[in-house]
């Protein structure tokens, strides 16, 4: 099997230290083992959206890179270290991930062309308004 083929099918599972903060109505996310990946939101649901999104970004990033991915901590030693906070193993499949990165990209670009036309016809509409132009 090619490097690259391995490399596709890859599943990480890494473990995540969920934060409720009531008094300002949010919760938080944090992977430890990876450098600023992290998602905050006022609902439950969007935070692990977020917090998957955030993983997978990390991760990818260090696959563009030819970075190893880290390590991932024990989750026994996370609990000990943090014992108000919830600790659970979070994973993402880089196919499911790439796929839907190209998904987010593809759409982005399909909504800056709709954006670039409907511009263009504004630019048009004014320039005909002002010169009186048919």
Same mark, same amino acid.
């Given at each position: 099997?090619?490097?690259?083929?391995?490399? !596709?099918?890859?599943?990480?599972?890494?473990?995540?230290?969920?934060? %409720?903060?009531?008094?300002?109505? #949010?919760?938080?996310?944090?992977?430890?083992?990876?450098?600023? %990946?992290?998602?905050?939101?006022?609902?439950?649901?969007?935070?692990?959206? #977020?917090?998957?999104?955030?993983?997978?970004?990390?991760?990818?990033? *260090?696959?563009?890179?030819?970075?190893?991915?880290?390590?991932?901590?024990?989750?026994? !030693? *996370?609990?000990?270290?943090?014992?108000?906070?919830?600790? %659970?193993?979070?994973?993402?499949?880089?196919?499911?991930?790439?796929?839907?990165?190209?998904?987010?990209?593809?759409?982005?670009?399909?909504?800056?062309?709709?954006?670039?036309?409907? #511009?263009? #016809?504004?630019?048009?509409?004014?320039?005909?308004?002002?010169?009186?132009?048919?």
């Amino acid at each position: 099997m090619a490097s690259d083929e391995k490399r !596709d099918s890859m599943k990480y599972f890494y473990p995540a230290i969920f934060t %409720c903060h009531e008094e300002e109505g #949010k919760y938080t996310i944090e992977f430890p083992d990876l450098i600023g %990946c992290t998602a905050t939101a006022s609902t439950m649901e969007t935070v692990v959206r #977020k917090a998957r999104e955030a993983l997978g970004m990390s991760l990818w990033e *260090l696959e563009e890179k030819a970075i190893p991915a880290p390590l991932p901590s024990k989750e026994i !030693d *996370l609990r000990h270290e943090n014992r108000n906070a919830h600790i %659970c193993m979070m994973v993402v499949d880089m196919d499911e991930y790439r796929a839907y990165r190209l998904y987010k990209v593809q759409q982005a670009e399909q909504d800056a062309i709709r954006w670039a036309m409907s #511009k263009k #016809k504004q630019h048009a509409s004014l320039w005909s308004r002002v010169f009186g132009l048919r």
